[in-house]
């Protein structure tokens, strides 16, 4: 059973560009968590999103960033007009559902803005 | 709102030391409570869980025990090894609140 996957691993943009990172969840999990983890810090809940809905967007900046997880496919991180400050880890989490399970994360996607 | 907080890192270590992480919590209700791992360049692992008061989590000889009376979850591990050194993170559920992670480096 594969882990959770996420690509690219590392992402160069330069300012002003979109950065989209994927996400696809262990077989099985419907539930999709993002993070992002600045240099040197913990994690930060982004977004947390089941097929087709966003269920909790609280970490989620207003501007530019945005998430989905479609019926089919992957889930997207989408970044526009990146900025110097959205350089860190992007990580990926899945659970079986809701609740007190434990989340399995991916390897992250490491976004450089240069 | 519920948070975490971590012991400041890093913390040093010989090969062979006792090892003990603290980790303090604030929520409402009955969380479950986690220890992530972190080894340089990837992405977090769980280390253990425990999802009621009084629970004990173990793996791999790291232990936390889920006190409620003094809202802690503390990380031990008897004897650590080289291979050991890492950031560990302390979590909350169910949106995972992380603690600030704690870098642990173990010396021969």
């Known amino acids: 059973n594969a882990g959770v996957m996420q690509n690219p691993r590392h992402l160069v943009r330069r300012r002003g560009q979109e950065a989209r990172l994927r996400c696809s969840p262990m077989?099985?999990?419907?539930?999709v968590y993002w993070y992002r983890q600045l240099p040197e810090e913990g994690l930060k809940f982004m977004v947390y999103l089941q097929k087709e809905n966003i269920i909790d967007e609280s970490g989620m900046p207003k501007e530019r960033f945005s998430a989905e997880f479609p019926k089919e496919g992957p889930s997207i991180l989408r970044i526009q007009q990146v900025v110097r400050g959205d350089s860190a880890a992007y990580f990926c989490?899945?659970?079986?559902?809701?609740?007190?399970?434990?989340?399995?994360f991916g390897p992250g996607t490491r976004l450089t803005v240069t | 709102g519920d948070s975490v907080t971590q012991m400041e890192g890093p913390v040093t270590l010989s090969e062979e030391a006792f090892l003990t992480i603290n980790c303090t919590y604030t929520?409402?209700?009955?969380?479950?409570l986690f220890w992530y791992v972190q080894y340089p360049g990837e992405g977090l692992q769980l280390l253990l869980k425990a999802t009621k008061a009084d629970d004990k989590g173990s793996n791999k000889g790291f232990e936390a025990t889920y006190r409620k009376e003094t809202t802690s979850f503390h990380l031990e591990k008897g004897s650590v090894q080289v291979s050991d050194s890492a950031v560990y993170f302390c979590?909350?559920?169910?949106?995972?609140?992380f603690g600030t992670g704690t870098r642990l480096q173990v010396f021969p």
């Open positions: 929520a409402t209700g009955y969380p479950s």
């Open positions: 077989k099985g999990h419907s539930h």
């Open positions: 979590a909350l559920s169910e949106k995972l609140i």
């Open positions: 989490a899945s659970s079986p559902t809701e609740g007190k399970f434990e989340q399995y």
